[in-house]
Each structure stands twice: as C-alpha cells, then as structure tokens.
C-alpha cells in the first residue's frame, strides 16, 4: 500500500499540482493507477485550450490598448492646457497586497479591502499608514483596461489550475510558457498581451509539434515586441536605407540559444547575424493599421533585407515571410534542438540533474517523432526513471501557491492576492527578469530566504483558516502512507491545529515534487 502511496504522490507531485481537498479522492484515484490517473488528462479534446468568455484575441486586445492610450493622452493634453501639471503627469496608482490579504484569500477568507493591482508595495504609502494607521485613506485608483485584462487572464489561469484533476496539462502549459517566456512588465501592450500569447501561442500546441509552437511563438506580437523585432531592418531593405538603421538581433539570439539550439548548441555569431537577416519583416500592424489589422502578425516587405542568406550551412533563398518559415523549420529538427529540449523536460518534471538515459529516449523520440511533443511526454510518463526517481525538486512558488489552494478547496474569484504572493515569493506571473524565464532549480527556489517566506504564508494561512481543519486529515489527501514517520509526528506534537497545518504545507510531502 504504501508503495501505491507513493506511485500517487509522484502522479500528483511531480506531474501535477497536488491533491485537492474537499470531495476529493484524488490520493485514492492515483493510486489505483497512476500513469493512467497522469495521461487521462492528455486524452480530452481540446482540453488544454483556454476559452472564456472576456479572454479577447491579441489584436482586440491591441485596440483596446490604442484606444485607452488616445484617452490618456487627450486628457493629460487637456489639463496641461487647464494648467494642471499635476493631472498632466497622473498615471493610475497602484495598491499594495499585504501578505495577511494573501493568507486570508487562500484560507478562503474575505480581505478587508480587494486589492486592486499585483504591483510591489508602495514604500511611501506603507510608511503613512504605519504611522497613522487610523488615518483616513485614499479611495482605491479604479483599474484601467490593462490591469482588468491582466487580472481576467491570470484569474483563468490559477481557476483552470484548481479544478484540473491532476492538473499535468496545466503544467506542461506553465513548462513551454515559461520556455517561451515575454515579461509583463516590458510594456503596456506587453501586459496585456501576456495571457493571449498563452492562450494563442502556446496552449494549442503543447501536445501538437514543437515547429508548429515555435512558429506560432515566434510570429506572435507578443514575441515580436518583447525582443523588439518590429525595430529590425534589413541594412539594404527599403526603410534600412531610408532611416539609417539596421538590425536588431534580440529576437534571433534567443531562437537559436534559448528556444532551440541552446549554448554550445552548433551555431556561430555569424548565424545569429543571417537569421536576424531573414526575420526582418517580421512585425506586427499599429494602431493605424497600415499593413492590417492592429496588433497582428503582418510581413513588411519594405523592412526585410533582400536576397538569400546562408544559415548553419544551408542556404535560404529570399521568399519573404517563407524564408524565415522555412528557417524555423529546419532548426526545430536539428539534433542540437533536440537535446537541449529533452535535457530541459526532463530538468523540470524528474530532477536538477536529470538521468541521461531518459535524456536520450527523449531526444529520440523527438527526432524520430518530427517534434511531435506528445510523443515525447508519453514517453516520460512510460518511463520507470520519471516514476522511481526520488521526489527532490521543490515546487515553484506557483507551483505551491496553487498546490495550497488546491488542498484547502478554495478556488479564487479574485486574483491579486496570489498575484501579490507570487511577487512576494519572486516569481511574478507571466514576468521574468530575462529572456531566459525563471530558473528551475532548488538552487533557486529552496534558497534559505525563499523559504522563511513560504513558511510566513504558511503560517498566516493556517491562522486564517482557524482550527476548522483538521491537518491529519490533509496529510492523508497530501499523501496518505506515502507520508514519514517524522512528518505525522511533527503534526501530531504541534501545539495546536493552525501550527499542525503551517507546518504540512512546509513539510517535503508538500514541498517537494
């Protein structure tokens, strides 16, 4: 029983996000069969895709930004002319998130106040409050299109993470967005755009091919303004010449070293120079919509450097848009892509140093299987190596934020405190420092300072969620006899029901994956 236990742990660990509470027998049905409890998700239609009403496409999306953007410079052009600098110069304010708020919300309880951005906190406003706590307070700044989509999006999110039964699709999704990473925070049209990439980019292909997400990735706005593509020109193109500027290589660097070959992967400065070439073009329509409909993917000719280039030994005659295609295409199927993207896959589902012969199945089945990404998680999930291998990789700070949401049934309708927890915990959503996204590593996230402020949340959870809850009864869903001696005794000696609870979401049944 307790081996079953632990084949169930795996399931909902390493693949998934952790059992649910409430109803749930999710330990008991992953028990019974634990690859098969994992693939059934991989078996419904469609059901990776995310479709809500209010999710609009990217170039909806792109006109509602234009749209606000015209309001707000005509009413800071109006105050100026009023002689109101200080109006002319407002921007919408944004709110901190307490860490209590966060607790309270995924204890399932109501927050004095809703926040009403996922920004940091305001240093000065914190200041005032502490000094004054009982001083009258500034209304909150209604939100502007922006944030309300940012929201929406991440709300989506989080509610299809908590109602999955494992929750394995949703991870893959969480996988090769962050593989494919933008950042939020590049921009206004970048925030908006950053859950419709998602859901347009990658969610339809995370169980299709691996060219056919690399195309989608790579051709979608979003993509094209975060590593400033639609700034690319071809040196001899028409606008190269005529503006007296040239290349911007960002976008090419990180296909061939971030999204495909990776480091030390075959490919010299000179290809990274011969690919920035033929992806000049490649842009997306503004707000006048010129070359088509604002905000989607469009080809300029007039921005792309003429004539044929030579790239990793093959030479691309120009055929516009289609050069730059059949690029893509060749380096999704070179070996070098499928090694780094084995070697990642199993990095994050199985261990930081992920065992060499699961590394090499996978690169396999992936050349062999022309990239088809179904075929090569199938495989990790038919490998014993994925399944044996000892639960040492400690959740991401989504990862275990979902994970306590899930165990305490509390699905949320209101984002912004988990938002504010995902700051806290440095891993804003969709908001990576770097092209290269958030690491993936205990190095990482079991960091001893990362980890005071698990505990912190924990503990502030536990106290709002009262003595309610038994934590012995959590243990057997988190784990059942899959979980320690040392752990049941830890809950068991706990001074009281909020300590016992605190520290099961800190013990390595709940932590790690």
């Known amino acids: 029983m307790a081996r079953d236990a632990r084949s169930a742990l795996v399931a909902l660990n390493r693949f998934g996000f952790g059992a649910r509470g409430g109803a749930s027998d999710d330990l008991v049905n992953a028990a019974s069969d634990p690859r098969g409890f994992v693939k059934a998700e991989l078996s419904r239609p469609d059901g990776v895709l995310l479709e809500m009403p209010g999710l ?4 909806a999306l792109a006109e509602a930004v234009f749209a606000y953007q015209a309001e707000v ?9 009023a002689g109101a600098p200080e109006a002319a110069q407002a ?9 209590d708020r966060a607790a309270m919300a995924m204890a399932g309880k109501e927050p004095d106040m809703k926040p009403q951005d996922s920004g940091n906190a305001n240093a000065t406003m914190a200041a005032t409050e502490a000094m004054a706590p009982n001083a009258a307070k500034p209304p909150p700044q209604p939100l502007n299109i922006i944030q309300k989509t940012y929201r929406a999006e991440a709300l989506a999110r989080l509610q299809r993470a908590f109602i999955a039964d494992c929750g394995f699709t949703e991870r893959l999704v969480a996988f090769w967005s962050n593989h494919f990473c933008i950042s939020a925070n590049k921009g206004e049209l970048a925030r908006i755009w950053a859950g419709s990439f998602e859901r347009e980019a990658i969610r339809p292909h995370v169980l299709g091919r691996f060219g056919d997400m690399l195309r989608a990735v790579e051709q979608h706005p979003a993509m094209l303004f975060f590593l400033d593509n639609q700034q690319s020109l071809g040196p001899e193109s028409r606008a190269g010449q005529n ?7 960002n976008l090419a660097r990180e296909i061939m070293e971030l999204h495909t070959l990776g ?11 011969s690919l920035a070439r033929i992806i000049t073009g490649w842009t997306f329509a503004g707000r006048q919509g010129k070359l088509g409909a604002p ?12 004539g044929a280039q030579l790239l990793l030994g093959k030479t691309y005659d120009d055929g516009g848009v289609a050069q730059g295609e059949a690029a893509l295409s060749d380096i999704s199927r070179h070996p070098s892509t499928a090694r780094f993207i084995a070697t990642k896959f199993v990095r994050h589902f199985v261990a930081d140093d992920p065992p060499p012969l699961l590394v090499r199945r996978l690169t396999e089945v992936f050349q062999k299987s022309d990239g088809d990404l179904r075929a090569m998680t199938s495989s990790l999930l038919n490998s014993d190596e994925a399944w044996q291998a000892p639960l040492t990789k400690v959740r991401s700070p989504y990862e275990f934020l979902v994970a306590t949401g899930r165990l305490l049934a509390r699905i949320p309708d209101e984002p912004g405190l988990y938002l504010s ?6 891993q804003p959503l969709w908001s990576p420092a770097g092209p290269n996204g958030f690491p993936d590593s205990n190095a990482a996230w079991a960091a001893p300072e ?35 001696p040392e752990t049941r005794q830890t809950i068991e000696r706990a001074e009281s029901r909020q300590q016992a609870l605190a520290l099961l979401l800190m013990s390595p049944e709940f932590q790690r994956r």
Request: hydrophobic share 40%.
């Open 56 to 59: 609009l496409s990217t170039p």
């Open 263 to 273: 480091v030390g992967g075959g490919y010299t400065q000179e290809d990274v120079t």
């Open 295 to 306: 905000g989607s993917f469009v080809f300029n000719p007039n921005a792309h450097q003429p």
């Open 421 to 426: 927890s995902l700051n806290l915990l440095g």
């Open 73 to 81: 410079k005509q009413a800071r052009e109006a105050a100026a002319k």
């Open 450 to 484: 990362g980890m005071k402020l698990r505990l912190d949340i924990s503990a502030q959870v536990a106290a709002r969620a009262g003595g309610a809850i038994d934590p012995r009864d959590l243990l057997e869903l988190v784990a059942g006899d899959a979980a320690s």
């Open 243 to 249: 503006r007296k500027r040239g290349l911007n290589e």
């Open 91 to 99: 921007t919408p304010a944004r709110r901190s998130l307490s860490l």
